[in-house]
């Protein structure tokens, strides 16, 4: 099983999102917050066992990217991801 990257997060004074990529600011969500089921058994794409909230994020850099909240034997992990895009039909 391979997971996407997951990188940790870079904030400005402890508080501002910087974009995980090039550490741009400026950021607008970009689609709906979600919930990703690990059922337990690392279903979702983390490398935790347990769910993982998803929120989306596009950056006036143009990165697309997630911050993300996975939980894992009672512990709650935070980080970001890339943004993964379904290609259009
Ligand atoms: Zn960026």
Same mark, same amino acid.
């Given at each position: 099983?391979?997971?996407?990257?997951?990188?940790?997060?870079?904030?400005?004074? *402890?508080? /501002?999102? +910087?974009? %995980? @990529?090039?550490?741009?600011?400026? !950021?607008?969500?970009?689609?709906? &917050?979600?919930?990703?089921?690990?059922?337990?058994?690392?279903?979702?794409?983390?490398?935790?066992? *347990?769910? /993982?909230? +998803?929120? %989306? @994020?596009?950056?006036?850099?143009? !990165?697309?990217?997630?911050?993300? &909240?996975?939980?894992?034997?009672?512990?709650?992990?935070?980080?970001?991801?890339?943004?993964?895009?379904?290609?259009?039909?």
């Amino acid at each position: 099983m391979t997971t996407s990257l997951m990188f940790p997060l870079h904030l400005i004074d *402890g508080a /501002v999102l +910087r974009c %995980p @990529f090039c550490s741009g600011e400026y !950021h607008h969500l970009d689609g709906h &917050i979600r919930i990703e089921p690990g059922n337990d058994r690392y279903d979702a794409d983390w490398s935790g066992r *347990g769910d /993982v909230i +998803r929120i %989306p @994020f596009k950056g006036e850099c143009g !990165h697309c990217w997630q911050l993300c &909240i996975g939980f894992h034997k009672g512990h709650q992990r935070i980080f970001t991801q890339a943004a993964i895009h379904e290609p259009s039909v």
